[in-house]
């Protein structure tokens, strides 16, 4: 894990940093400023996800929401342009109900969320489940080397780069979802099992020549 920012152009130089350590200043900042075109939240903000969620989502923008961002509290905040990304233990703590109920029925659990929460809903595991408000979809790919720290993160990356380009929340899901599965079985093609978020994200423009070309 990195403790300091400053040590993060130095590991990886594409990444640009900004620290905001009062995001009641930062919010009104970075609206002020222009609104991005997608932003990926939840991700190691802890207790100030559901002060900064419910900000970013009244902002109205192609917005993914992971981690600390699914939190009850914001059932219902949703919009037409936002994607949740739940693991099966989130979803169960989002519904109320145990880890179990959720992985023996995904897609009765996919379209409780998507009602619960609004927008589109990816819930995560095998198979992942897109929900949108009309459309439910299911995909199969990935790969057993995938299920490791930081690949939900690299999924939520994935998700909010396809917003940004201008894809719909509901066709973001699967198109995400797929590309991010094609990645992974890429990488355990090269490396076998043992697969770090890494792995995945450098296999991501292959995966995507390969869809495209398929």
Sequence with gaps: MVHSLAAVPL???ELMVQRHTNWDRALPELRDSGLPDAVALGMGLGPQAVQVAR???AWDIPTVLDADALH???AGHG???CL???HPGEAARLLGVRTP?????PLAAARRLQGLLGGTVVLKGGPNVVASADTLSVSRGGHPGMASAGMGDTLSGVLAALLAQGLRAA???VA???LHARAGELAASVRGYGLIASDVSDELGAAWLDLKLS
Excluded at 101 to 105: K, M
């Design 11 to 13: 590991i990886t130089p």
């Design 176 to 178: 995400g979802v797929r």
């Design 79 to 81: 919009h037409p342009q």
């Design 72 to 74: 009850p509290e914001l």
């Design 101 to 105: 109920e959720v992985t023996r029925d």
């Design 171 to 173: 066709c973001a899901g």
């Design 84 to 86: 949740w990304t739940p």
């Design 55 to 57: 900000e970013v989502l």
